[in-house]
Every structure is written in structure tokens, then in C-alpha cells.
């Protein structure tokens, strides 16, 4: 007998040496299938683990265990009777393939910009179409699909034949300017009752989907909503599975035996510029990756008209013949015709020749990889969904390009957007579509009438299943957010008493989780940072998550405030994981559309370990509507003082205001975070707008004063006067504005100004940048356009313009941030040129004391003061000696290098 060795994980064939003695090994495994047969598998499971252990301790060295051989996991015998109406079905694919096919030839034939793929979709259909007529369960009860993005003309082409899009939304594929056409990949932002989840940067998908099945438990455990019974389903390419972000959380899926949750992985064995592992086997590699992390696998390779192949093989020579053929040649194999196929394939042994010397090459031709036989798919999906006690993932065979004629298999297939009137002829025949050859070059859309077969089977089976899918609730029950006066407390100041802006808000975050109504829906978020920010208090007041509980005895059980575990815990700790937490956060934050609850997700992290980190997940975030709090913390570049390069921040802000829904904030004093977070919750959890916060909070302590009364307005829209200048005569005068910390700064800076150079400073805290530049740009706008209405004005100039003087603005990042608001800049009474000086922290961060940094980065109170005098100077409002005077006075090299050159 042909031995079923494996493809390694180093991607080269193991091959065993030739059976020395048949017989012994026949009688091996004669004795383990009547173990099988007398007493059953899980005996026989037994038996082997025994022998392994046993041989381990006789230093018999083990095979790898983690891969099988090269066909179904699921045996001819085990399938479970296909309960559909295949015929049906199969006019119904094949339908749909055309849909997709015309939605993307037509929109190259409009335009060669627009784009499109053809390709995946044809690999994916007949994976997607079982899942349609048989599993997806919609609602919000239902299931929750992740499609693999390039797919997405197929889903469109269903939803078609459903009645859900019509012709005209088709025929306007990836022409979205108008609102009237289609998304390129999965856009829950631009199509929003249509996807659920964006998927069009690979990998992210993977990850989001893991999480969103932990978080479905959450849910469950938490008593929250009742869950059990849903599934999610992502859909992944083979060569998406090389992301970092796809492999990231396979073991944590395992670990929370997330039996929730099923992947299915197309593996066409190409990607975009050719094969995934052209000399090794994708397949074997990705089962040994699963297995290990502690999925089920199940091998979906081969199409039933295999099984009598496989049925005649006794010598296991098809398996050798697998088992020596790399990717490389199964891409050609899929690219070749039956004749090629009989010739290099299966003529290398005369066994195997004599296999299917039946068969015509029309017949080898038509063989399928399981991936394209919705019998052997159904069974995969059948035991994938009883799978109790571990994920699943299904390693799903296919063809790319499948059924595109010269096109199937090609190195290029990816990017191939339309075929030539033969080629669609071709596959006009090959899925015998009721289509004239006119209908066929003028790529008209076809649909079934209402009454026929095809579609009154389409709509039963989903009317079974629930409804129709993909389809995405944009609104969830409304939930009341708290009163500001009932957080009135963080309003009153400190009365001299020290604090963070971080520990404001983790009392904060301690009394909304104690809120009667509002407490139950918050999920603090951490990734092993929570003592970083003093939230250890939280660990005892509603615990940390865990599905098991805790099986231990902490170590710090005698202390008050110990690290508990819970089945209903509340903290979400995802360990030393970004990417992780962000993807729990956006299960959290799309809870009020996904699962209809509204939940309220604080994720705190460094701000330097945020959209830096995981940026593209941030956008995902945005794409998805996600409705949460971020929180960037021990934030700001001179803030965090003595930790360096890597940790201090200086351009969050800038980054986060790239994300056209993110709302972000930089306070300074605790009423002002109160504010933003009270008026953040209103936004979200009451108005239901699809807006998400980034805020930054601080690890500096300091006194806060109480809210001065009439400043809620400026604080929301980025900016409001702290303090005006006891000095009433205007000359000279300057406006300081800072944000963050360095709004202390500012405020010492004007006390200098005017004790030791007689200058008036007036103080404004700027609690947003970014949200005082889109006011700006959007007055602009209406003022350029909206020519009969009456002009606005922006919140930058309306606070302004009234006062006198230079402007100089500080914030503890990098000088762009604070220069956001240049364009609104009011001219002064005195002249047309208004001086607007941004001081800020460019360059690399480093450690040291933060009056050493201040003074480096030049935020500090002397270099704004230095700044303010120069800019008076240069209007002549004071003498340049002044400005050379407090140099020497400040200690202030005017040759110091630039700290972003340093
Ligand atoms: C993060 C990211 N990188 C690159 C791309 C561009 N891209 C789109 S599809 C694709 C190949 C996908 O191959 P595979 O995952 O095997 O899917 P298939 O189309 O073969 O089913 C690439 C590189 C992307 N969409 N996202
Ligand atoms: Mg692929």
C-alpha cells in the first residue's frame, strides 16, 4: 500500500520509506478497525493515544499529527443525504454567476476605470449558494456572514434575483457618486442596510469575525441577550490567510472554544499575482496552522464523482499522486483541459491510468474540486455547524476563475474584468444559462419570472431560513444617556486636590458601570494596560470576562481589590493584543446594529498604540458606523515623560482626523472630558449618529478648576475662552491657545506675560483641533457655494475675531495639529496679516522629565512666551531687545538644534 504522508509545514513532500513488511502492517491495522468496529471510535481513540505516549517513552520518533491526507475529511459514508433540489439549485447558481459576471463586464464596458473582479466570485459561488439555500439564518437572531470582499458582485447578483437590487443598482456597480450604484467590496458606510461587516482590506475580516463570535458569548454569559444558537461565518481567501491579522486570533478562537464560529476558506490556490504556495501545498499548510491552534478541520477537496475513484483506489495511488503534486501543478491542472490532465496527471502510473480509463476527457475534464459540489459542500457545512467544543474552519478546494473558459486557472484570472463574446458563449453553455447568444454579448441581466421554479425555490428556502441576507439595521433601540448634572461632580473641580484626566475617567467609567439603566451595556476594554491607567478598582467592581470563570485562587484574593474573573464579568481584557481589543470594540460598538442592543465600548489603550498601530482596523471601524468611546491615554509626547521614543505620542490626533466619522478631543481639565463624554453619549446612545470618539487623556496630575459657567458650548465645538487678561488696555496683547496639558503651559505662559513684559493674555483652551478644522472647512464651503445665503461664520473666527493680538497656539503634538485651524484665522483690526505661530513636538519623542521635554520640543511656558513676544515684536508692538531679553532671561539658546533634526 501506498503510504498518505504528508506535505510539512516547510512546504516540501515527506515521503516514507517503501513498506518493509505489508503484512505486519495490514495486521496493525486489521486490529485497530475491529477495535473500531467492536467498540467504537472513541476506544479506538484511546488505544492510539496510549501507543503515542507509549512510544514517546521508547523515543520512537512521532509523525506529524497535525495534517491528513489529501482528500475529504468527511467520508462517502458519513455524508449526510443532500436535502435540497440539486437541479434547481444548480440553474440557480448558475444564474447568479451570470448576474455577477454581467454586473462586472458591464461596468468595464462603461468605463475600463471602474474596475472589478470576475475571478474570486467564480470560485466562491457554489460555497456561498449552499450557505444561502441551506444555512444562513438572517435577522438578528440569525447568523452574522463576513464575505470575502472580492465576491461581492455574486452577493449583489442573489440579492437581485431576491428582488432586493434592482437592475439599475447592478447596472451601476462601483459607480457609487449619485447614491444610486453598488460598492466595490463590502461597505457597511455606503451601503448601509445592505453589508454588515467591511471585509475589502484583507485580513481584518478574519480577525473582526473571531471576536464578534467572543463577543456573541459575552453577550450570553453577561445575561445580556441570548445568543446561543447564532453562528458566524467568515468567508477568507487562501492567500488573504498570509495576513498577520487572519492567523492573529486563531488561537484565542480555540481557547474560548468559540463552536460559534465557522471559517471557510476559499483556497482556489491563487492570489492575486499566482499561486499562494506554488511549491508547496496551502491547504496542507493552513490544516497543520489550524489543528495547532486547536480548530476542527474539515477538507473539502474533491467533488463526489471522485468517491467511485476514490472507491477503486486500493492501492492508494490517486493519494500518492496528491500527495506528489505541489500547488503550482494543481493551478495548471485547473487551467488545462481533461486530455492534459489524463495525460500529466493521472498517466504517470499505470494504476492510476487504469482508474479512469473509463472515462472520456470531457469526463476528467468535468471532475470537481469539492469546492464547486454543493453535495459535498452541504456535508462540510452540515458537520461544521454540529461541530460542538471547537471552531471549525473548512479548507474548501476550488477552482479560481472557475468556469471562465481560458480564463479559469490563469495566472492573471484575478484581474481579469470581462471575457471576449466567445468566452461568453462558452460559459453561457458550460452552466447552461437560458440565454439568447444576444442577451449573452449585450451582458443583460437575466431573472427568472416570479412564478417559476427557480424562483419560488429561492424564496422558500430563505423564507425557511428567515429572510434574506446581507442585511444590516441601521438603527438599534435608543438607550438614555446620562444628564450632565448627574455628573455634575466632575464639574465642580478639584478644589486643589491632584488628578489625572485618566483617573476623571475612570471614576467616570466606575459610575456609569454603576448607572441602573446605562451600566449593563458598557464594556471596558483593556489590552493588559488597565493598573497603567489605575483601573484595578474595576477588576473587583464587575470583574474581567471570562467563559470559564476562574479556576484558580488569585493570588491576591486577601487584597480588596483583587484580580477576579467572572462568567459575567465585564472587563473585556484582550491581553497584549491591539488589533484584538479593536476588533472586540468594533463588536461592541456595532452591537446596536448587529445583534439589537446598544452597547457602549471604552477602550483605553497608550495613544501611541493606537492608530498607529491599527490604523486600518480604525478605518473598518468607520466604515462599519461603530458607535464607542476610544481612549488614548498616557497620551501626548511630553506627557508620558520618561518613556521614549516608542511610546510618546505626537500625532494621534492628526491620524484620528482622517477618519471622516471619528470626533476626537484633546481636554485638559476633567469637565471638559465630562462634557465631551456626556455629549458623546447623547450622540451615540440617544440621537443613534454614527459617530465614534477618539480622546486622549493624560497621566498628569494636576488641580482642576470647576466648568466656567457658558463654556459647554466652546468646549464642544473645539474651543472657549478660559481666561481674559486683568490688563484692560488692549496694547499689546496677544490670544495664547493650548489643548492637552499644555493648556497648563499656556495658562503660566500668560501669568509670565504679563508679570515680567507687561503683555495681556488672553487664554483660550482648545479642546479640539481637528473639530475646530472641519466647522472651519465647512463654513468655507457653504460660503463658496450657497451664494443667496447668508454667510456663516466659523467657530474659530466668531471667537477670534473680537480680540486683539497675535495668536499662539501649543498642543503636545506635532506643530500640524494646532495649524489645522490656520485657514480660519481672523485678520486683526490693525492689519491684514494676522500672526498665527504654532509651537508643537515634532520630531522623535524621548525620555526624560517633562519640564525637560516641554522645554526641548519648545511647549514649555518660556518658548510660548518667547513666541508671543517675538510675534508682537514683528507688528512692532514691542521692542525685538524684548524678545532677546527674555531669552537670556529664560535661558534660551537661540542656537539649540531644531528637536525634530535632534
Ligand atoms: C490589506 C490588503 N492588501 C492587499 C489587497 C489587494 N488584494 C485584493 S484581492 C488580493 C488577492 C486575494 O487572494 P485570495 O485571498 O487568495 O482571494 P481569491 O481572490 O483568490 O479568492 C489582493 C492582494 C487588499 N484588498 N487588502
Ligand atoms: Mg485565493
Keep these: 500500500m501506498t503510504d498518505l504522508s504528508d506535505l510539512s509545514l516547510s512546504g516540501h513532500w515527506a515521503v516514507l520509506p517503501p513498506d518493509q513488511d505489508p503484512t505486519e502492517t495490514r495486521e496493525w491495522m486489521q486490529a ?131 428582488g432586493r437590487l434592482s437592475e439599475d443598482q447592478l447596472g451601476n456597480y462601483r459607480r457609487e457618486v449619485g447614491g444610486k450604484g453598488l460598492c466595490s467590496y463590502c461597505h457597511p458606510y455606503l451601503m448601509p442596510e445592505f453589508w454588515q461587516f467591511p471585509t475589502g482590506s484583507m485580513g481584518l475580516g478574519p480577525l473582526m469575525s473571531i471576536y464578534q463570535a467572543r463577543f456573541l458569548r459575552y453577550l450570553e454569559n453577561r445575561s445580556v441577550l441570548a445568543t446561543s444558537g447564532r453562528k458566524v461565518w467568515a468567508f477568507v481567501g487562501d492567500g488573504e490567510m498570509d495576513e498577520p491579522e487572519a492567523l492573529a486570533g486563531l488561537s484565542m478562537a480555540a481557547r474560548e472554544v468559540l463552536d460559534n464560529l465557522i471559517f471557510v476558506v476559499n483556497c482556489n490556490l491563487q ?20 489543528a495547532g491552534a486547536g480548530w476542527n478541520v474539515i477538507k473539502l477537496l474533491w467533488g463526489s464523482d471522485w468517491d467511485p475513484l476514490f472507491a477503486r483506489d ?13 500547488d503550482g501543478e494543481f493551478q495548471k491542472y485547473a487551467a488545462t483541459d481533461g486530455r492534459f490532465n489524463r495525460e500529466h496527471f493521472f498517466n504517470k502510473y499505470p494504476e492510476l491510468q487504469a482508474i479512469v480509463a473509463h472515462m472520456s476527457d470531457e469526463d476528467i475534464d468535468r471532475l470537481k474540486r469539492g469546492g464547486h459540489d454543493p453535495v459535498k459542500i452541504y456535508a462540510a457545512y452540515h458537520a461544521a455547524v454540529n461541530h460542538k467544543g471547537q471552531p471549525t474552519v473548512i479548507l474548501a478546494q476550488t477552482k479560481k476563475g472557475y468556469g471562465m473558459g481560458s480564463g479559469q486557472g490563469k495566472m492573471g484570472a484575478h484581474q481579469q474584468k470581462k471575457l471576449e463574446d466567445e468566452a461568453l458563449l462558452a460559459f453561457r453553455d458550460r ?103 489605575g483601573m484595578q478598582a474595576l477588576f473587583r467592581q464587575v470583574a474581567i470576562y471570562s467563559s470559564v470563570g476562574q479556576l484558580y485562587e488569585p493570588e491576591d484574593k486577601d487584597e480588596l481589590l483583587y484580580y477576579k474573573e467572572a462568567r459575567d464579568g465585564q472587563i473585556l481584557e484582550e491581553g497584549i493584543s491591539e488589533a484584538g481589543a479593536v476588533a472586540s470594540w468594533i463588536a461592541a460598538a456595532t452591537s446596536y446594529s448587529s445583534h439589537g442592543v446598544a452597547m457602549l465600548p471604552f477602550y483605553i489603550f497608550y495613544s501611541c498604540f493606537g492608530f498607529q498601530r491599527v490604523g486600518d482596523l480604525i478605518w473598518a471601524a468607520g466604515d462599519s458606523r461603530c458607535r464607542g468611546f476610544l481612549l488614548g491615554a498616557t497620551a501626548g509626547r511630553t506627557t508620558l515623560s520618561g518613556e521614549g521614543l516608542q511610546h510618546e505620542d505626537g500625532s494621534s490626533h492628526l491620524l484620528f482626523s482622517t477618519v471622516p466619522n471619528c470626533v476626537a478631543y484633546d481636554p485638559c481639565f476633567g469637565y471638559e472630558l465630562t462634557v465631551i463624554l456626556q455629549d458623546g453619549m447623547r450622540r451615540m446612545l440617544q440621537d443613534q449618529q454614527d459617530v465614534f470618539y477618539y480622546v486622549t487623556v493624560m497621566n498628569e496630575n494636576y488641580a482642576h478648576p470647576a466648568m466656567p459657567e457658558g463654556a459647554q458650548e466652546g468646549i464642544l465645538r473645539g474651543m472657549y475662552r478660559l481666561s481674559q487678561s486683568r490688563i484692560t488696555k488692549h496694547e499689546p496683547r496677544v490670544q495664547l491657545l493650548g489643548s492637552g496639558t499644555i493648556l497648563r503651559e499656556v495658562v503660566a505662559a500668560g501669568v509670565l506675560l504679563e508679570q515680567d513684559w507687561g503683555v495681556a493674555a488672553d487664554v483660550w483652551s482648545v479642546t479640539s483641533f481637528t473639530e475646530l478644522r472641519r466647522d472651519g472647512l465647512d463654513v468655507e464651503r457653504h460660503n463658496r457655494l450657497r451664494l443667496e445665503a447668508e454667510p456663516k461664520q ?60 516641554r522645554s526641548f520640543f519648545e511647549v514649555d511656558r518660556h518658548s510660548i512666551v518667547i513666541a508671543a513676544l517675538k510675534s508682537l515684536a514683528d507688528e512692532s508692538s514691542v521692542k525685538l531687545d524684548t524678545v532677546k531679553q527674555a531669552m537670556a532671561q529664560y535661558g534660551i539658546d537661540p542656537a539649540r538644534p531644531n528637536p525634530w533634526d535632534a
Aim: net charge neutral.
Design 32 to 162: 485497530l478497525d475491529a477495535v473500531i468496529e467492536s467498540e467504537g471510535r472513541e476506544r479506538a481513540t484511546f488505544i492510539l493515544r496510549k501507543l503515542l505516549d507509549h512510544a514517546r517513552t521508547q523515543r520512537v520518533t512521532l509523525p506529524p499529527v497535525l495534517s491528513t491526507p489529501y482528500c475529504n475529511t468527511i467520508s462517502l459514508a458519513a455524508q449526510p443525504q443532500f436535502p435540497g433540489n440539486l437541479e434547481t439549485e444548480q440553474r440557480l447558481i448558475g444564474l447568479v454567476r451570470w448576474n455577477a459576471l454581467a454586473t462586472v463586464a458591464g461596468a468595464n464596458k462603461f468605463s475600463s476605470e471602474l474596475g472589478g473582479h470576475i475571478a474570486s466570485y467564480a470560485s466562491a459561488a457554489d460555497l456561498f449558494e449552499v450557505g444561502f439555500n441551506h444555512f444562513f439564518r438572517a435577522g438578528q437572531s440569525g447568523d452574522l456572514i463576513y464575505f470575502q470582499p472580492h465576491s461581492a458582485p455574486g452577493i449583489y447578483a442573489r440579492a437581485y434575483l431576491e
Design 271 to 290: 492570489r492575486l499575482d499566482g499561486p499562494v504556495r506554488g511549491n508547496g501545498s496551502v491547504i496542507q499548510e493552513l490544516e497543520g496552522l489550524f
Design 314 to 326: 486500493h492501492e492508494s495511488v490517486i493519494l500518492k499522486r496528491l500527495h506528489e503534486t505541489v
Design 431 to 533: 452552466f447552461a444559462l437560458p440565454l439568447s447568444d444576444e442577451d449573452v454579448v449585450g451582458l443583460r441581466f437575466h431573472k427568472p419570472a416570479a412564478d417559476s421554479p427557480e424562483m419560488k425555490y429561492l424564496h422558500a428556502r430563505r423564507q425557511t431560513l428567515g429572510g434574506y441576507l446581507p442585511a444590516r439595521a441601521i438603527k438599534g433601540p435608543a438607550l438614555a444617556a446620562p444628564e450632565l448634572k448627574a455628573l455634575s461632580k466632575y464639574l465642580e473641580g478639584t478644589h486643589g486636590r491632584e488628578q489625572s484626566t485618566t483617573m476623571v475617567f475612570v471614576q467616570l467609567l466606575s459610575q456609569l458601570l454603576r448607572d441602573g439603566q446605562l451600566g449593563k451595556h458598557i464594556v471596558p476594554i483593556v489590552a493588559d494596560e488597565a493598573r497603567t491607567f
Design 794 to 853: 466659523a467657530w474659530v473666527e466668531k471667537c477670534l475675531a473680537p480680540s486683539a493680538g497675535p495668536i499662539v497656539a501649543a498642543s503636545d503634538y506635532m506643530r500640524a495639529v494646532p495649524d489645522l485651524i490656520r485657514p480660519f484665522i481672523p485678520v486683526s483690526s490693525r492689519s491684514a496679516v494676522r500672526r498665527f505661530v504654532c509651537l508643537g513636538t515634532d520630531g522623535f519623542g524621548r525620555s526624560d522629565t517633562r519640564a525637560a521635554l
